[in-house]
C-alpha cells in the first residue's frame, strides 16, 4: 500500500529537549515535505526537498532543520523546541515538486511545554 | 510572497443546501490544486485544475480556476454529512516547488 508514515505521532516534551520526527514513504517520490498546522492559518511549509541531499526552506523554517540522505526518509528535528512549536505537524510526498499532488503522513501533534 | 487566501472560514450548512468556498492568490498560479481534511485526519488530495478557465466535477463538487488563474472556487450541492470537514486550497509558487495552503474552510452540517 502507497503511504506515508511518521513517528510519533503524539509526543509532549520540555522546552529545549532536542527531539526528531520521523517521515518515510514508499512511492519513491523525490519531492518531500513538511507542514505545521495552527487553527486559523492552515497549513505552512516548514522546508521541502527536491531529492536526496536537496532541501530548501519554506514559508515558516525558524527553529527546525532536516535532512534527506535517502530518497525514503526526511526526518524533522527541532533542536531546542520551544512552545511556539507546539502544532500538528504533517509530511507530505509527491512525484513531482509542489506542484503536483500531494501525498500526506497521518500527522505528529508535538506539544512542547 | 505569494499570499493563498481563502473565504470563509467557517461554513454552517443546512443538510441539503448548496455552498461554495473561494480561494484567491496574490499571484498568478501554474494550477491550484484542493484537498480535504475530516476531523481527526490528513489533508487528502482532490483535485488539480490547470487551465484558465477550467471547471472540473467530482459527483456533487464543483471546482473552478478562474480566467485569470489566481482565484479558484468549490461548490458542493446538496451537502450531506459526509461532507464534514475543512477544504484547502493550494498553490505552487513562481517555480512550483514551493506549496502555499490556504486557511481553509471549515464545513459543519446541521442534519
Known amino acids: 500500500e502507497a503511504q506515508v508514515t511518521q513517528n510519533p505521532r503524539y509526543l509532549i516534551t520540555v522546552t529545549g529537549k532536542k527531539l526528531t520526527v520521523t517521515c518515510s514513504q514508499n512511492?519513491?517520490?523525490?519531492?518531500m515535505s513538511w507542514y505545521r498546522q495552527d487553527p486559523g492559518l492552515g497549513l505552512r511549509q516548514i522546508y521541502y526537498?527536491?531529492?536526496?541531499?536537496?532541501?530548501d526552506k519554506g514559508d515558516v523554517p525558524e527553529g527546525y532543520k532536516v535532512s534527506r540522505k535517502e530518497k525514503r526518509n526526511f526526518p524533522l528535528i527541532l533542536e531546542s523546541p520551544s512552545p511556539n512549536q507546539t502544532s500538528l505537524y504533517f509530511c507530505?510526498?509527491?512525484?513531482?515538486?509542489?506542484?503536483?499532488?500531494?501525498?500526506f503522513g497521518p500527522g505528529t501533534r508535538l506539544t512542547v511545554t | 510572497g505569494q499570499q493563498v487566501m481563502q473565504i470563509p472560514q467557517y461554513q454552517h450548512v443546512q443538510e441539503g443546501e448548496d455552498f461554495t468556498t473561494y480561494c484567491n492568490s496574490s499571484?498568478?498560479?501554474?494550477?491550484i490544486q484542493w484537498y480535504k481534511q475530516r476531523p481527526g485526519g490528513h489533508p487528502v488530495f482532490l483535485i488539480q485544475?490547470?487551465?484558465?478557465?477550467e471547471v472540473k466535477k467530482q459527483k456533487r463538487l464543483t471546482f473552478q480556476f478562474g480566467e485569470a488563474k489566481k482565484n479558484s472556487s468549490l461548490h458542493i450541492t446538496a451537502t450531506q454529512t459526509t461532507d464534514v470537514g475543512t477544504y484547502f486550497c493550494?498553490?505552487?509558487?513562481?517555480?512550483?516547488?514551493?506549496?502555499?495552503f490556504g486557511a481553509g474552510t471549515t464545513v459543519t452540517v446541521r442534519a
Open positions: 526537498s527536491m531529492n536526496v541531499e536537496v532541501t
Open positions: 512511492m519513491n517520490h523525490e519531492y
Open positions: 493550494a498553490g505552487p509558487d513562481w517555480d512550483d516547488y514551493k506549496l502555499s
Open positions: 499571484t498568478t498560479l501554474s494550477n
Open positions: 507530505a510526498s509527491s512525484a513531482g515538486r509542489g506542484a503536483y499532488e500531494q501525498y
Open positions: 485544475l490547470v487551465k484558465s478557465g
